[in-house]
């Protein structure tokens, strides 16, 4: 047990280790499309050491504990998250409803450190991303149900990655082609990208849950933030790229996925929160039922 | 429900210059809003009357930040009525050529700065390149980058340095290549038409009623009311240009005219680069040095066609050293002062700073 909990927390290191990295890296890339330099890549390790490094003001205990509750979700979660074939801290825990319900932990928390701040715009923020949440979990939650069904009922991340290698199987990307574009614009909900990324939305509700934030706490949700977006993106790998035999194809998996959608976020305008949910509820929702219909019904997957 | 009191600036990133907009807001909704100026109240028109005619030259660009030249030709001309100035023909080209690149510059970062509200910061990073290349020419003709004090009472300061309409020309042309492109990025990308068609109206009642001028009202009464065109000085008259309008505004349509307009530009350029006569750019206007100049009694108002609508300076001259008054007509103090006031609440806090932006607010030219 002592082993699974050091290699689970290996994994979430790893995976901060990683999203930072792997952040520094497409911050250069976007820059050289918005024709600018950008910083070092390894900027987002200097930023968070040095929040860590500095004093913090503290809201009151709500403020502090959430912000505690937050990163103790997202590490608890990510220590459940496979990497590889191999590499799994916890095996036969890896179910996909843990992973959704420890997220929720995570997200709540810093809902509630947020509120405790008692600035308005860190509110509206919080309302903001609950509501975005509601938005995209819908359809994805679809296509991860039509997932489960296809693999014969299990919820078990790595057995949904194993399934996908099994010869005459698709990756799931492939096998439910509109599935995996509403996976794909779920995706970018989850990670807060153009055009869902309303709940950070600088110039209307100054960054919004972020609004209030400095020094070691700011410092904490930024590394909740990293190892957040590991979970978001292997999840996508795992679900519907065929997870990783080794560790090279998970990092080129993990890479072509993030700076792909951070290409795309970075020519797109941010919708109102009302067109978040218009959005969702319209095509990825639609999109969603009728991949269903076709894959468990007419049985037809590619 | 109960009312949120939110405020936009001054130390906002949606905010556009030294100015707080206070919202009361229910839900998503705005109930109320004020603008807040003074943030950068330097006294200006005051400071005018402690300032010799020419030394104004230095001070009065500071009244918009981002659009400069305008106070220097509204200024300049204004002196020219009252002293009886003859520019000479050179230097109203020579003027032409900086005003309408200047406009090229704002509405650049105009265009640019929809991406600071809608969240494409491409869209505002490509545009600020581009109006950084500007930048380089006039510091090239002018040695500054922002403040240029170039056009002066009599002409321009000086002549264009040897090939810079080479210059000129290499930055219309390719900036004309990639006018597609910039469209496409912005006013046709389909998430940012989600956030400025049919949102964020100027109905050609609230026109008249708060005495919009410039884009604002081009795009709301279908008539091409642009001084360059109804009382056209420097010699506007002498070259050929379309004025872009709508009988429909909402925010996309002000935007869409922006971008004609630096189409419109473009041209204007390349007809005063190709007309331009040869001969001296600057007039005598008194005697002796030109801190010590006096400029007859009287009064003036002289106007010119900023980005934002119509710019003007009112001078009273005692036929001393210094201005008597000086009175400026800032061409967002409609929509920035009362606009925001009257018609922002309605709107929702996600359209605030689109709303800033769109109706073309300078808030600098409020606090004056």
């Known amino acids: 047990m002592v082993v699974n909990i050091l290699v689970g927390l290996g994994v979430a290191l790893f995976g901060f280790v990683l999203q930072t990295a792997m952040g520094g890296i497409n911050r250069k890339i976007v820059a050289r499309v918005q024709k600018r330099i950008g910083p070092k890549w390894y900027q987002e390790f200097i930023d968070i050491f040095k929040l860590f490094s500095k004093r913090s003001v503290s809201h009151g205990w709500i ?37 959704v319900y420890l997220l929720a932990v995570g997200m709540l928390g810093m809902a509630m450190s947020a509120s405790g701040s008692g600035n308005p715009l860190a509110s509206i923020g919080v309302m903001r991303a609950l509501t975005t949440m509601l938005a995209y979990e ?42 995996g574009i509403v996976a794909i614009i779920s995706l970018m909900g989850m990670l807060g990208k153009k055009p869902f990324e309303t709940y950070i939305a600088p110039a209307e509700i100054a960054s919004g849950p972020m609004v209030e934030y400095g020094g070691k706490q700011l410092g904490m949700l930024f590394v909740m933030h990293e190892i957040t977006v590991f979970i978001e993106v292997s999840l996508f790998i795992h679900l519907f790229l065929g997870g990783a035999a080794t560790l090279g194809v998970y990092l080129l998996k993990y890479f072509l996925v993030y700076t792909a959608l951070n290409l795309i976020s970075s020519v797109y305008a941010r919708f109102k929160i009302d067109q978040v949910v218009v959005f969702f509820y319209k095509w990825p929702l639609f999109m969603a039922v009728t991949q269903a219909i076709i894959a468990i019904y007419l049985g037809w997957v590619i | 429900m109960r009312q949120m009191k939110l405020f936009l600036g001054p130390q906002h990133p949606g905010m556009h210059g030294n100015a707080s907009v206070h919202i009361y807001a229910e839900g998503d909704i705005i109930k109320r ?46 002196v020219e009525m009252l002293a009886n100035i003859e520019v000479p023909e050179r230097a109203h ?85 990639r006018y597609t492109e910039y469209r496409d990025l912005g006013i046709e990308n389909p998430t ?22 410039g884009v604002g009202m081009r795009s709301a009464v ?22 872009p309008v709508y009988d429909y505004s909402d925010a996309r ?36 040095q030109s801190m010590r100049w006096t400029v007859p009694k009287g009064q003036v ?25 000086v009175g400026v007509r800032g061409a967002s103090y409609p929509q920035g002062l009362l606009g925001i006031e009257k018609y922002m609440p309605g709107t929702r806090i996600d359209d605030a700073p689109l709303w800033i932006d769109t109706m073309g607010v300078c808030s600098p030219e409020i606090d004056r």
């Open chain 2, 301 to 325: 108002y002289s106007c010119v066609e900023s980005s934002r609508g119509e710019f003007g300076y009112y001078i009273v001259s005692d036929g001393g050293t210094h201005p008597y008054r």
């Open chain 1, 138 to 179: 819908v359809p994805f939650m679809i296509v991860v149900m039509t997932i489960i069904k296809l693999t014969g009922g299990t919820s078990s991340v790595s057995e949904i990655a194993a399934f996908q290698q099994i010869a005459g199987n698709n990756w799931f990307i492939i096998a439910l082609p509109l599935g």
């Open chain 2, 93 to 177: 080209y020579l003027r032409m050529v900086i005003l309408e690149l200047a406009r090229i510059s704002i509405h650049l970062m105009s265009y640019g700065g929809l991406g600071g509200p809608t969240g494409l910061y491409t869209l505002m990073y490509h545009a600020h390149a581009d109006r950084n290349r500007i930048l380089n020419i006039f510091e090239k003709i002018t040695g500054h980058r922002v403040y240029h004090m170039y056009i002066v009472p009599g002409g321009v300061r000086k002549d264009f340095p040897v090939g810079i309409e080479n210059d000129i020309h290499e930055f219309l042309n390719d900036l004309e290549s």
């Open chain 2, 192 to 213: 940012v038409l989600a956030r400025i068609k049919d949102n964020i109206m100027l109905p050609e009642s609230v026109v008249w009623e708060l005495g919009v001028t």
């Open chain 2, 33 to 78: 809003s004020y603008l807040l100026p003074g943030m950068l109240h330097r006294g200006f028109e005051k400071g005018m009357e402690r300032h010799t005619w020419m030394n104004n030259i230095g001070l009065i660009p500071r009244v918009c930040v981002v659009e400069p030249d305008i106070n220097e030709m509204a200024f300049a001309m204004g």
């Open chain 1, 63 to 99: 403020f502090d504990f959430g912000v505690i509750m937050a990163l103790g979700g997202i590490i608890a979660t990510a220590m459940f998250m496979p990497v590889t074939a191999n590499i799994i801290a916890f095996e036969g825990y890896d179910n996909f409803f843990i992973f």
């Open chain 2, 253 to 288: 349509n002000r935007v869409d005219i922006k971008l004609n307009e630096l189409v419109q530009s473009i041209g204007i350029i390349r007809q005063c680069l190709e007309k331009m006569p040869t001969g001296p750019v600057r007039a005598k206007v008194g005697n002796g």
């Open chain 2, 222 to 243: 279908n008539k091409p009311y642009d001084l360059r065109k109804v009382k056209p000085y420097a010699r506007y008259s002498e070259v050929e240009f379309d004025v």
